[in-house]
C-alpha cells in the first residue's frame, strides 16, 4: 500500500501536474484565443465586403439616380409645364387617341432622350399638382388614374427632395423595380412630382457576383422590410420579414451593423448585417458557419502536435530526475519502518553506511540513523530486565527495582519517566491494599441493604397497583371513571353485543352546590354512587362520568324488554331521599338511552347520543328518560352545520348589527338603541345560533366581534356629527370565561375615542344564578369605568326581586312575557306597584316586546320610563338608523 503511494510517485504527479497543467490550460487558451482572432477576423472582413457593396449602389446607382431625378426636376420643361397635361382621373378610351398638348410632347420627348441614355431606367413620369400625367413609354391605362393618390408623389411630397421608393413588381413586364422621386417646385411653389422607375437587375446581377467566402452570399432587404436580392433563395424575392417563417428573422431588425448566429433549414449560418447610411437597405451575408471555423482547425492540428511532443519530453526528464532523488529516501524509508517495529538486525548496515557520504539531508538522516540503533540496544537491554521483574510484580512488594541507562543515551528521558511510573505503581499498590480493606468493610453493608431494598421494591410494586386503580376510578366515589367505561363498551363493541349506554344527569345539582356547599355536594354524590353500585345488575357497568353524571353500560341479548324493566328500577332507586347531615335529600335525574349498535357501533357516537337524548329530557322538563331518535340526530346535523356557518361568518365578516330605537316616554325621544347580531347572508332566528354558539363555545370570539363593530358604528356616527345616544349589547353569562373581555372592551372606546357611559351590557338573571360572586365582581369593575349594566327578559325566569338591591346594575327590561301576562290578565295597578318598585331601587326601566298602543299608553301612565318593541319600530339597519336618528315618536 505504501509502495502505491510511495515519495517517488507523488514527487513524479506533482511534478507533472505543476508542469503539465499550466501548460495544458495554456494550450486551450492559445487555441480559443486562436479560433475567436480567425473568427472575429472573417466577420471584420465580411463586413467590408458588405460595406464596399453598399456604397457602391448607393454611388454608382442610387446616388447617380437622385443626382438625375433632381436634373430632371429642374428642367424648364416641367417647371413651365401648363394645365393642358392629359388627366386620367375620369377615364374613357378616347383619352388615349385624343391630341396631346405641345408641352406634354415636350416633355415625353425629353423623358425619351433620358431613357435611350440610362437603359437601367423602366420608365419616367411626372404628375402635377393638379392631377395631370405624362409617362414615357406611353402610359396606356384602363381605369380611372390620378397620380396624387400614388405611393411614390405622395412620399416626394412628403419627404421634400429625393424619396427612393419600396421595390414592386410592374403590371405589365412583371420586372422587380424601384422608382426614385423628387418634387417639381417652381417660384410659387410645388408644381407636380417626377419619378424614375429603375430596373433592379443590374442590382441583383451586381450583388450575386459578389463572392463571401465559398459558400457565402448577400441578400438586400428594404428598409419597408422586404428582400430585393437574394442569390441563393430567390423565392424570398419580394418576401417580407414578417411573411417569412425562417426563425433567423425574428431578431433580425433589432440587429445593426454586426453579425449574429442562426439556422437556416438544418444548416448553421454565421450572418453580417451593414445598413446603407443613405438608402437604409441592409445588406445581410450568409455564411456556413463551418466554413467560418474551417480556418482554425488546421491551427489547431498543429498546436495539438507540438503540445504532445513536449508532454513526452517532459515525462521522460521527470521520470530520471524523480528516481535519481528517491532513490536513497526509498531507502532509508525501508530501513525506518523496521526499525519502528524495534527490527534493527533484518537489514545490511552498509546500505545506512553507503550514504553517511552524503552532504545533504541523506547523510544527516543515515547518521541519525547509524546513532539511534546503538541507543536503543542499550535501552532494550535494559527494558528486557524491567520486564521481568513487571510479569513477576506482587500487590505485597514494598519496593521496585529501577531503570538505569548509561549518561550519554538519549533514551535517558525515557528511564526517568519509567522510573517515575515505577515509583507512581509504588504509591498505587499500596492505596490498592487500602482499598482492598475499605472494600471488604462495604461489601459487607451492601448485603445488609439489598434486603431494604427488596422491601422498597415491594412497596414500589404496590403503588404502581394503585395508581393504575386510580386512573380507572373517579377519586371521590371509587366508581370506574370514564376510561374504564370505555374500554368496557369497546369490548362489548368488539364482541357485537347489544345493549344501551345510559347517561344520567343530576337536575339542578348547582342550587345543591350553591346553597349547602360543595362539601355538602360530595357526600350527595357518594351516596348517589354507592346506591347506584349496591343495586347494579350483573349485565350492568356502573360509572362516573364526570360532575353530576352517570354512565351505565347495559349488556343484554334480549334487548328491549330487559332496557325498559332496568330503567324503571332506576327510577324507583330514587324515589327515596338521600340522609346526608340529617337532611332528607330528593334527587332527580334526567336520563338519555342511545342503543348500540342500532344507534351507533361508535364509542364516541354512543356516548354522544346518549348526551343528546339526556338534554332533550332536560329541554322537556327534566326527571324523565328519552331513547336517542333519527331527530335528535338531525338536530345534531343542524347544530353542526350552525356551527361551520357561524365559524365562516366569523372568518369571512357574515355577521350584521341590525338597532332597535328605545323610545322614552316622557317625550317620545329616541333614548338609545340595542344593537341585536343577525347573519348577512341567511334568515336564521338569533334565538337559534347564538344557543348554538353558546353550546359549541363560539360566543366568546363572537361577543368580542360585538362590541368592536358596536363600538365602530358608534364612532362612525359620532364623526357624521350625530350626537351620540347608548347602544345595549348582549352579554351572555358565558362571556363569564373571556377573561380578557373587559380589558378589550375598554381599549376599543379608548382607541375609537367613544365615552363609557355610552355603553350598555344587557345581561340576563341566570348569569347571577350560575356564579353570583364572580358576575358581581366583573360587572362591578365594568361600572367603575361607567359601562352601564342592564338585567334582560326579567320576568321570563326566576323573577325575583329580593336580591335587586344587592346587584351592581342600572337599568331593569321587562320581558315581552312578562309585560303581557300583567298587562292582559291582570290588574294594571300590579304593573304600576312594580314598577314603583323597581323606580324606589333607583333603576330605569324598559319594557320589552310591546306592540300593542294601549299597552305603551298603560306603561306610560304607570311611571314606565322607556318602551321597546314593534309599536315604535323594528329592528334597522345603521344607514336607516342615521335617516331617523331624530325622530320624535308619539308615545
Known sequence: MRNRFSIRRKLMVSTLL?????FIAGFFAIQTQTEQWLYTSNLEHTQVILQQAAEHVDQAILGNMKGLTALVAADKRLLHADTGLTRYMDFSPELLTQQKSPSELEIRAFFGSILENYPLIAFISFGSIDGGYVEYPDFKPTTSYDPRERGWYKGALVSRGAFISEPYETKVSKELVISVDDTVEGDEGIIGVVSLTIRLDSIMDYIGGIDVGKTGYINIIS??????SSPSNPEWLMKSVEEMEEPFLNDLLSHASQ???GRIGNSEKVFTLHISPSSGWKYLSVTDRSEVLNHSRSLSGTLILVFLAIAVLIILLMLIIARRITHPILTLAQIIEKMANFDFDSYEHKKIDSFLKYRDEIGTISTALSGMQNNFLELKSSMDDMDGQIKGIQVEEQSLKRLVLSKGNPFRSVSDSVNGLLDKVSSYLARIREYNTEISRKNELLVSSEEKLLAQLEEINSQKDHIHYLANHDPLTDLPNRRSFQRVLRDALTSQEKGAVILLDMDNFKSVNDTLGHLFGDKLLIAISRRLAENAAPNTFVTRFGGDEFLILFQSQRHAPDLNTYINRLKTLFDMPFPIEGLDIRVEFSMGIARFPDDSDNIEHAIMYADLAMYEVKKRGKNNHAFFTGAMAAHLRFRQETKALLKEALAQDGFKLVYQPQVRLSDGQVEGYEALLRLKDNPMSPGVFIRIAEEEGLILPIGRMVARMAIEQMRTWNDKGLPAKPISLNYSALQLEDIGFAAYLLDLLKTHQVSAEYLQLEITEH?????????IRFLGGLRRHGI?????????????LSYLSTLP?????FDRELNLRLLDHEEPSVMEKLIAFVHSLHLRIVAEGVENPAHVRTLRDGGCDVIQGYCFSRPMDAAEVENTYDRVYEP
Open 809 to 813: 346594575i342600572d337599568t331593569l327590561k
Open 18 to 22: 505543476g508542469c503539465l497543467v499550466p
Open 259 to 261: 453579425s449574429f448566429e
Open 223 to 228: 428598409p419597408g422590410g422586404r428582400f430585393i
Open 788 to 800: 352601564r349594566i342592564a338585567v334582560d327578559d326579567f320576568g321570563s325566569e326566576y323573577s325575583s
Open 767 to 775: 348569569i347571577f344564578l350560575e356564579n353570583k360572586t364572580e358576575a
